[in-house]
């Protein structure tokens, strides 16, 4: 199949070296050139010696050699290839040209892509290892590891040249995930979407990239496996931060109820109402106040009234859902901030934590002590300031203390140029 003289596949190959040191960026010594060179004469004389391009890609895949760069090289070779070709050339011999640095091109693809996957599995195993903390909540490290050993499974097959089956995105365990627990634990639903649609796209990445290998197309697995890459460290990224949200989070506790503390209640607050200014979704806040806790202390003791708070936020736990939160505000003042959630229902949540609190007394010692709180439900207005909706949510709160009367219930709605925008629950206590 020899088609060139050695002396103009020298020019040639002359050419490309004047090229390469011109453009490239990564160093591609003289002696790959060379070694190009010396396998493209032995397949020009046998074409079955293609395969032995395989071993130039590994080779320049373990050089650092960019990928881009080494196609550019074999573009190069073709083209200078083409237009050395005797005039009188047939067509057909041109096209067998043309066929033939698609094989070699396929081939160092195939080599260099190999070593290219084992360098990621490297890289995967080292993030699996350092990058992804120890301390990583398990709600959210289960369901990541899962999918690191489930890439690292199918950069295995690539490397291994066997099929991958395990493709569909319905079956996977993070898709259940991210169905289940993770649209529990995920509370920005900006956040959920784009996880979901990350984790769909790298499924159909696999499948696609499935594909290419099935037909032997390995520069284009070549590029699907760096956008493979590329959706799994987004989808990294957004777990990462779910997990050291929910660490500060958890630092933040008050050590005796569990509660967050109040240092933390601006910061996410101010979070979520940029959100809320984004989505145009509501929210509200409840403050929450327990009734006569003094009385508690002088009757009982501190250490009781110590159980009081922390029955009293159990109680709360048991009636908010998983994307709501509960800080201590002060003593024995509370405040809940509920995302997405607008007066009418965070009214429903307060009326089933009176109830709640009304029907689970606390028991100390086999007593059972009555505890009651008071309520105020405010609809944030963003336009206003922080303080100023915390304020009003109080009054309501203080206000229903005041009208407090036993085995009673007073709704009062507050006026102004948002009516019904914060209600008062008072409620009843008894010892």
Known sequence: MVILSDEKIDIIFNRLLVYVERNFKSFVHKENLLYIKHTLKRVLEDKDKVVEFEEIGRLFAESNILFMESMFVFDFLRKNFIAHLPNDIDLREAKRVERLFDDI????SKGYLKSYCIEKIDNINFIEANIIPKEMIEIYSYPLKIHIAYIRRFLYSVVNEEAFIDKDYNSCEFSTWLKKEGKNFIEEEVILKRVIILHKVLHNLISITEDYKKKGLYKEVFFSINEIEDTFLQILTYMLYLNTKALTVEFSKDPLTGALTRRVFYTILKKHIEISELTKLPISIIMADLDFFKKINDTY????????????VRVIKENIRKSDYVFRFGGEEFIILLPHTSLKEAVEIAEKIRKSLESKPLVVDGKEIKITASFGVKELDISETIESNIKAADEK???????WKKQSRVLNYSQGSKPHSCIAFPSSFSI
């Open 301 to 312: 003791g501190h250490l009781v009234g110590d159980e009081a708070l922390k029955h009293f």
């Open 105 to 108: 091109t396929n081939y160092f």
């Open 397 to 403: 709160s203080l206000q229903s203390q005041r009208t």
